[in-house]
Structures are given as structure tokens and as C-alpha cells.
């Protein structure tokens, strides 16, 4: 069982965190999402210390099949998000998962 957090749930976050009022904790949030997807969208990596970096790959054109026909079909060049997580982020993941493991 997974759960999404939301932009809502990161403002409340910074709220109880940093002591904006929820106004500026909501703006202070969309203000950081939009730099980042503004940094990505002009082709520029984003490096999170501790987190991870976010970087925009070009594919080139291939050819796919369809799997229910087996027909090929050509899969067009477009560009993809990749995000590389910092080994301070694997890190932590790991521990919680063998702390639930041992629990």
C-alpha cells in the first residue's frame, strides 16, 4: 500500500516546519516546483543536494511492436524526464525497508 503526497501536503509540511503562514508555505512550494520544471523545460539539469538530480534525456526514433497485433509501429523522438537519486536518498530507502524487514 502506497500513498501520494500531494502539493497540499507538502505546504502543510514547510507550515508546521518553517512557521509561514499556510499562504506563503503554498506559494513559497509552487514558487520551487516552478523553477524546477521551468530549469527542466529550457533543458538545464536540477541537482538536489542529498536528493537526487533531474535531467531531460532525448530518444531517438525506433521501432515498437504492438503487443496484442505484433505489428511494428515507429515510436516518434521525444524527450524524457530521468531522475537519478543521490546515494544519501538510496541510502535512507534501504534502511527503512530492512527496519520494516526486521519489524
Known amino acids: 500500500m502506497t500513498e501520494t503526497v ?19 508555505s503554498a506559494d513559497l512550494v ?6 524546477i520544471s521551468d530549469a527542466l523545460a529550457n ?8 536528493f537526487g538530480s533531474f535531467a531531460v534525456r532525448s530518444k531517438g526514433q525506433r521501432i515498437g511492436r ?18 537519478r537519486a543521490s546515494h544519501v536518498l538510496k541510502s535512507r530507502i534501504n534502511e527503512r525497508f530492512e527496519d520494516g524487514a526486521k519489524g
Open 66 to 83: 504492438n503487443p496484442k497485433t505484433g505489428e511494428e509501429v515507429p515510436i516518434l523522438p521525444r524527450r524524457v524526464l530521468v531522475f
Open 43 to 50: 533543458g538545464d539539469m536540477v541537482k538536489i543536494s542529498s
Open 6 to 24: 500531494t502539493r497540499a501536503q507538502l505546504s502543510e509540511a514547510v507550515y508546521q516546519e518553517v512557521g509561514l503562514s499556510r499562504n506563503e
Open 30 to 35: 509552487e514558487s520551487v516546483l516552478n523553477e
